[in-house]
């Protein structure tokens, strides 16, 4: 995977067809490589539109999810399996190259102690076990590292390279976050360093999830970073602007986080283009 790419998110919540429609033709029109589709609900996804829209605007798509709660895999590592395999299936049925986000845990799971070798062991079954069904669909199996005060198991770079390490698996690699390294690595060139061998997904938040380039994210340090190592992924825009009330909980989008979705577009996008560019990663 190589590219430019932005969260579908950006025009809509609910993967339908008129969600699908309205993100892949967004996400064209502002010339993205790549598209992420969240899986939320899986067996709501028309696989085969979704397939017929990205192949009509030639967007190559990578899907991503949240392990819901009956499904985590620190405590329910078969049911996790399950679910896991039902999202890499509905992905290779979409064209999608990969899968990947909070693979292996919720974003409010948190035991209120540190992460037990227990947990990890059920982790490594699972997404190995997930991780060698995406290999026989052709997939790539990523795991993103969040912050602490959503996830107790992967907070940071290092740790997800341990975790990728320690599943073994060629297909399995390492997603990082802008928003969660601002608050996790000791420098987030540092966080970039950590996990260069597995490095193949990042997201490119800003440290309040608005606009990239309107807050605290040390941009230059970052992408001169990814520049060292070579980066050959994908660099996609997520930002929460204009996400529904119901979600508010979930993202803990309290306020706004940009003017409006438009502001986003207008700037975000142009803002990471441009240093991509600058730092000859596009």
């Not at 009509?56 to 329910?76: I, K, Q, Y």
């Not at 992460?115 to 997404?127: H, I």
């Not at 669909?137 to 990728?164: C, D, K, M, P, T």
């Not at 992408?223 to 996400?243: N, Q």
């Amino acid at each position: 995977m190589q590219g430019l790419g932005i969260h579908a998110m950006m025009w809509t919540t609910v993967w339908d067809h008129a969600g699908a429609e309205r993100a892949i033709e967004g996400a064209a029109r502002y010339k993205q490589d790549f598209i992420e589709i969240p899986l939320i609900d899986i067996s709501s996804v028309d696989a085969k539109h979704s397939r017929g829209l990205l192949e009509t605007h030639g967007l190559r798509a990578a899907c991503s999810l949240v392990m819901p709660e009956p499904a985590w895999p620190s405590r329910r590592p078969d049911a996790a399996v399950e679910h896991l395999k039902a999202a890499l299936d509905t992905a290779a049925e979409m064209g999608a190259e990969a899968l990947t986000g909070v693979t292996y845990g919720g974003t409010n799971e948190r035991t209120g102690f540190p992460p037990t070798e227990a947990e990890y062991d059920n982790l490594t079954r699972a997404l190995g076990a997930a991780a060698r069904h995406a290999k026989s669909l052709g997939l790539q199996f990523g795991i993103e590292a969040v912050n602490r005060y959503e996830n107790h198991l992967v907070n940071s770079a290092a740790q997800a390279v341990a975790l990728v390490e320690r599943i073994g698996l060629a297909n399995v690699f390492v997603h990082l976050d802008t928003f969660h390294m601002n608050m996790e690595e000791k420098g987030v060139a540092n966080g970039i360093i950590a996990a260069r061998d597995h490095l193949k997904y990042m997201h490119m938040s800003e440290s309040d999830r608005g606009t990239p380039g309107y807050g605290n994210v040390p941009w230059d340090a970052l992408f001169s970073a990814l520049a060292a190592i070579g980066f050959k992924g994908v660099l996609t825009l997520e930002s929460f602007a204009g996400m529904p009330v119901e979600m508010a909980g979930a993202i803990s989008t309290w306020r706004p986080v940009a003017r409006d979705a438009d502001e986003v577009f207008e700037n975000g996008v142009s803002f990471l283009r441009n240093k991509a560019v600058q730092y000859g990663l596009a």
